[in-house]
């Protein structure tokens, strides 16, 4: 009776490897495997099922019995498993990270189900790799009949994987002004990336997030930390439906990137930005030595240095003066005008204009503006 029994269930297991000829990606109704094996007495002998399989025929248990199975996921992705019981005092399903049961991912199950067939399920972002299934049954409700259960998983791949654990010793190296799509799972919730930044300016950050988990608070909250972690920036949240944008400035050097989540789809980039530059409109010479430049007023600076030379290409006689805001008047129709004296009598003067925005004590600048001449009264 016995060897009867490991036959049958052999017999199920090839059948289900044999249809097991499922492609990486997406779930696809047309290539779902029917499994008819019951599970494996330990975590030893457990029964692979497929990532997609239609629901299993009806598996009895014993009382106080368990059943173990496993499955390999391709990639990392969203992966649902169905509980179907009938005859049930309770039955629980719990699926593991590892055989020793050290951390359970997903569960479902059920108290006195009557010969109406009740179903459950789970649905979790998962790490690619293999997770382990154990469904443990109590005393039947009705003794005179044996408690009965079916199984059914959908996985629907990222179409990304992890590649080992990142940490700031560990960290995956980023290029930049280039798009990088990762994931978070229930195993995995926090992604590092080690970024070379080569001269100091603008920087911007864009991040977006999905997720097919349908319930819990899925996001890829970023910071950028500078080499040694003491210094950082929060760059934004990514939630589903909700992208996450920032501008910072940076110096050379190295920094790292610290993203957290939970369940959720990501891509992010991290780009070179300009300054928005200013504009030279009007020089004139109001009075001996003196010279008046109006200039387009642009906002989210702190302020602006006003470049001038006798010489139209600025390779000599050049000086350069900052001016903050509050420093510059306001000239109506989105100007500002700045002043500078001592200038020489009856001389050309050319004049040109940057922004700059200050952060941490460093001046960031924009590009330099067209020039525009005056004759010096």
Not at 308 to 324: A, L, M, Y
Request: aromatic share 12%; net charge positive; proline share 2%.
């Amino acid at each position: 009776m016995k060897k009867e029994k490991l036959l049958k269930k052999f017999g199920g297991v090839l059948l289900a490897l044999t249809m097991a000829v499922s492609p990486i990606g997406a779930f696809n109704p047309e290539t779902k495997i029917v499994a008819e094996a019951a599970g494996g007495s330990t975590f030893d002998t457990t029964v692979e099922l497929p990532a997609n399989m239609e629901w299993t025929g009806w598996n009895e248990i014993g009382v106080a019995s368990q059943d173990f199975y496993k499955v390999t996921l391709p990639s990392d992705g969203i992966f649902k498993i169905g509980l179907m019981l009938k005859n049930t005092s309770h039955i629980g399903l719990d699926v593991f990270n590892s055989s020793d049961t050290s951390y359970r991912v997903m569960t479902t199950g059920q108290m006195n189900v009557d010969d109406s067939a009740w179903t459950g399920t789970d649905s979790k972002a998962l790490s690619a790799g293999t997770y382990y299934i154990r469904v443990s049954s109590e005393s039947p409700r009705n003794r005179s009949q044996k408690q009965s259960y079916r199984l059914k998983t959908v996985f629907e791949s990222y179409g990304v994987s992890e590649n080992g654990k990142d940490s700031y010793d560990n960290p995956k190296e980023y290029t930049l002004n280039t798009s990088v799509t990762d994931s978070f799972t229930a195993t995995d919730a926090e992604d590092w990336y080690r970024v070379n930044i080569t001269q100091e300016g603008k920087y911007h950050y864009t991040a977006v997030a999905e997720s097919e988990v349908v319930s819990g608070y899925n996001y890829a909250d970023a910071t950028l930390y500078n080499q040694d972690l003491f210094e950082k920036q929060h760059l934004g949240k990514a939630c589903a439906g909700s992208p996450a944008s920032s501008d910072i400035y940076l110096a050379p050097g190295t920094y790292y990137l610290k993203i957290e989540g939970n369940q959720v789809k990501y891509t992010f980039s991290l780009n070179n930005a300009k300054i928005e530059n200013g504009k030279v409109t009007k020089v004139k010479s109001p009075g001996k030595k003196k010279a008046e430049i109006t200039i387009k007023d642009v906002t989210g600076v702190n302020g602006y240095e006003i470049q001038f030379s006798t010489n139209k290409n600025f390779t000599k006689n050049v000086k350069t003066k900052s001016f903050e805001i509050a420093k510059t008047q306001i000239a109506g129709n989105n100007k500002r005008k700045i002043k500078i004296n001592k200038l020489k009598r009856h001389k050309k003067y050319y004049f040109r204009v940057r922004t700059y925005i200050e952060h941490n004590n460093v001046k960031y600048y924009s590009d330099w503006s067209d020039a525009k001449s005056v004759k010096i009264k």
